[in-house]
């Protein structure tokens, strides 16, 4: 893949120190030139590499290349207001955009093939696909908050959020037409696909305090409501993928003389995925793939011995957990990803003087 950017941006800033207010207002713009290499199965007759006792893999292929150019105007606005000396209310309203995944603009054509005990013939089951022609994610987006500030490094805030999402990535399995050595078939293929945009709108609650003792903590709670035109066979006005509803963060911490220790942790309530279609029959029916809820666990500790040596030790996913997903109903597994603990070690080396 081959992407060059170009862009350029006005700001402006308005009040002084002692006015009591600061605004911000700008815009940028950004000119994008991308070009996608992709792998593409080419040939209706495939040939198959391995042994007839090997799951095949389709040889018939080549690499395309797909151009494309876009250019985005961004204006952003950001203005804070002082109550008296602890509490400010801030506004920020801004049109933003962000890159698609590298992996789902470029991934190629495959498919799976099983050999039918019956037949001795390799037989298409289901596969997956990358989509070149994905748009950036794109959205207008409003805040609204308050934060009160109290004690030396205490804080508490609240943000109302609305956000109008022109485009998003979702993930969309279709059948599909695949040529197998049995005269094809229509099979499952899982392609990201741009959605039809969407609407976030909610709040987010947080805190944090710092102990003249070394110990702090912050946390937050954020509630997402999210609706788009998705669909299936069962819902409609379905949440923008990859959206939870609930979310929590959480982390406690000790500094003192050379030594820092964390623990954190994460939640986030069942958010949709996207849409599973399959053929029966003549009819191609469509369910929901859900995110199950998860929660996990970490902890880092470090020690700076002197100056220039610090040593560290960190723990990724304590207690192990799952990760899943569900079709439509949640006694009707999907995937599975067996929670892995990582613990990782490590020497930190500062050289020269400050």
Do not use: C
Request: proline share 4%.
């Amino acid at each position: 893949m081959k992407e060059s950017t170009h862009s350029g941006y006005l700001m402006a800033d308005i009040g002084d120190p002692g006015d009591g207010y600061h605004i911000n207002v700008g815009a940028r713009l950004i000119h994008t030139n991308l070009t996608v290499y992709q792998n593409r199965a080419t040939d209706p007759d495939p040939v198959y590499l391995g042994t007839d006792s090997w799951n095949g893999v389709l040889r018939d292929s080549e690499t395309i290349a797909n151009e494309r150019s876009y250019t985005d105007i961004l204006p952003s606005l950001n203005m804070v207001f002082d109550l008296d000396e602890g509490q400010k209310v801030r506004f920020a309203a801004s049109r933003v955009v962000a890159r698609q995944n590298l992996f789902d603009l470029g991934r190629g054509f495959r498919v799976d093939f099983t050999r039918n005990p019956t037949t001795n013939l390799f037989e298409a089951t289901n596969g997956s696909a990358g989509n070149p022609d994905l748009d950036p994610f794109r959205a207008s987006q409003f805040d609204l908050g308050y934060e009160y500030y109290f004690g030396s490094q205490g804080l508490v805030s609240a943000v109302g959020f609305w956000k109008e999402v022109d485009s998003f990535i979702g993930s969309e399995t279709k059948p599909e037409f695949v040529m197998d050595q049995a005269g094809g078939r229509n099979t499952p293929i899982a392609r990201p696909v741009n959605g039809e945009g969407g609407r976030i709108k909610g709040f987010e609650l947080a805190a944090q305090y710092a102990f003249d003792f070394g110990a702090g903590f912050n946390v937050n709670y954020t509630f997402s409501d999210s609706k788009s035109p998705i669909l299936n066979d069962f819902d409609k006005g379905l949440p923008i993928p990859g959206v939870a509803k609930h979310a929590f963060n959480g982390q406690v911490y000790y500094e003192y003389e050379g030594l820092e220790a964390r623990v954190s942790y994460t939640w986030r309530n069942k958010s949709f995925a996207g849409n599973f279609g399959f053929s029966d029959g003549a009819t191609t029916r469509t369910l929901g793939i859900w995110n199950r809820s998860y929660g996990q666990l970490d902890a880092q500790i470090g020690y700076q011995v002197t100056e220039q040596i610090g040593l560290t030790l960190e723990a990724v996913n304590l207690t192990k957990e799952d990760q899943s997903q569900y079709l439509q109903f949640g006694n009707l597994p999907f995937t599975y990803s067996s929670g892995s603990q990582r613990i990782m070690a490590g020497v930190r080396f500062k050289l020269g003087a400050e």
